[in-house]
């Protein structure tokens, strides 16, 4: 089956610093990528879409300078949060949608668990 | 897409049959309906997707009444591991589109 990986799996940050989060679509290739984010107790809420060689798109209220999303191949988007605050410790997941075929599926990743200090 | 409405929260025992209903009262003509499954600290798994009537899997069932307002997702004999938040989606094609997560249900099993 269609397995999506991120990286890493949980990571604590000091205030400030800068995270980097990898999604990784591992037997299939995706063209388009989505960012959720999830604070404790709520739903997904959609951060961007991240589409292969062009921009992504951020949905309104998310901050594109602070959350850089990178889709440099086919396999692999970054979400980059920039100078991390308290505020921005949450749940981070993304999904990939396979290029290929009438796939009607999307498949997630694990998520990545964010604390700032 | 469809605005979904489940209950917040069902407790049910090991063993049982659970029935989880949502209501989409503007469910369009090209919307499907969709379930997912969210354990904690992990990222949602599609269980079930159905346009109208019965539709079933290895892992469950839904029940799509003729005017398609709601829709029912039926775990049969539930287990412990089948805690978790389950979410109901409605909209066209929506596995090829950003999903919109309502508040979900979150179901707790007891032994």
């Known amino acids: 089956g269609a397995v999506v990986s991120q990286h890493p799996s949980w990571v604590i940050c000091k205030s400030g610093t800068s995270v980097k989060i990898e999604c990784r679509s591992l037997d299939f290739q995706a063209t388009t990528m989505f960012w959720y984010r999830q604070f404790p107790k709520q739903s997904l809420m959609l951060m961007a879409t991240s589409n292969e060689g062009s921009k992504a798109t951020y949905e309104q209220g998310v901050e594109k300078d602070k959350f850089l999303i990178n889709h440099a191949s086919l396999t692999l988007s970054t979400l980059t949060v920039t100078s991390a605050h308290p505020e921005d410790s949450s749940f981070y997941i993304c999904?990939?949608?396979?290029?290929?075929?009438?796939?009607?599926?999307?498949?997630f990743g694990p998520g990545t668990r964010l604390l700032v200090l | 897409l469809a605005k979904t409405t489940q209950p917040i929260s069902m407790d049910s025992y090991e063993g049982q049959e659970v029935n989880i209903t949502c209501s989409h009262n503007n469910i369009a003509t090209n919307d499907y309906i969709t379930w997912y499954q969210q354990f904690p600290s992990q990222g949602p798994r599609f269980i079930i997707q159905g346009y109208k009537t019965k539709v079933t899997n290895e892992v469950a069932s839904l029940f799509i009444p003729a005017d398609r307002k709601s829709s029912t997702l039926s775990l049969p004999r539930v287990s412990l591991s089948d805690t978790a938040v389950y979410y109901c989606?409605?909209?066209?094609?929506?596995?090829?589109?950003?999903?919109?997560f309502g508040s979900g249900t979150r179901l707790q099993v007891q032994p």
């Open positions: 999904s990939a949608l396979p290029t290929s075929g009438n796939e009607e599926t999307q498949y």
């Open positions: 989606l409605v909209g066209p094609d929506t596995g090829r589109r950003a999903l919109t």
